[in-house]
């Protein structure tokens, strides 16, 4: 079955950076694009970028451009949402999602990382 | 960025209730629509992808219709696990969703 592994929560200091990983198992992992979406407390959702797995290419929201960076490793399935310059403003849950080319619709979802700001 | 307003914001009705949600597009986005299910402490749940194809899975009292800039989703009669936040997603230029919808037991 299809599954979306995320790394563990996590805290940082401001102006720290956050590496959150998502390992997929279940499917061809080069076959689908990882997005990432965050989701403040209390809040709704905010897409951040996506990578293809397969040609490694990426699409960012304006918002994060200067301060997200996506990679991946195919031989272990896994993709990676780095955010720097962090904030109190980006404590949130950060969720990866996988979605077909063809569709972009979101069918497979991670659990969830929770990133908490804090000094 | 195009903008999806999304009404109501929260909505409390009963079980076996019709309910209608409803989200605007600030631009034409033809049919590129998506919608969600969240539940606390869960990954949201895609229902209705393309404006109107159910999800394989999701029980058929979900529907989603509309196109252009206006789109609902429908759910025809209210279950228990129902009750949670739904939300829509525009796919056509970039992603966005709308602020959500929370639906509460009356």
């Known amino acids: 079955q299809v599954q979306l592994e995320q790394s563990g929560a996590d805290v940082k200091k401001p102006g720290a950076s956050v590496k959150v990983s998502c390992q997929a198992s279940g499917y061809t992992f080069t076959g689908y694009y990882i997005h990432w979406v965050r989701q403040a407390p209390g809040q709704g959702l905010e897409w951040m970028a996506w990578?293809?797995?397969?040609?490694?290419?990426?699409s960012y929201a304006q918002k994060f451009q200067d301060r997200v960076t996506l990679t991946r490793d195919t031989s272990i399935s896994t993709a990676y949402m780095e955010l720097n310059s962090l904030t109190s403003d980006d404590t949130a849950v950060y969720f990866c999602a996988r979605a077909a080319a063809s569709t972009w619709y979101f069918d497979f979802w991670g659990q969830g990382t929770l990133v908490t700001v804090s000094s | 960025d195009i903008q999806m307003t999304q009404s109501p914001s929260s909505l409390s009705a009963s079980v076996g209730d019709r309910v209608t949600i409803t989200c605007r597009a600030s631009?034409?986005?033809?049919?590129?629509v998506n919608w969600y299910q969240q539940k606390p402490g869960e990954a949201p749940k895609v229902l209705i992808y393309a404006a109107s194809t159910l999800q394989s899975g999701v029980p058929s009292r979900f529907s989603g219709s509309g196109s252009g800039t206006d789109f609902t989703l429908t759910i025809s009669s209210l279950q228990p696990e129902d009750f949670a936040t739904y939300f829509c997603q525009q796919t056509y230029r970039t992603y966005t969703f709308g602020q959500g919808t929370k639906l509460v037991i009356k």
């Open positions: 990578i293809s797995p397969n040609s490694g290419g990426t």
């Open positions: 631009a034409d986005i033809v049919r590129y």
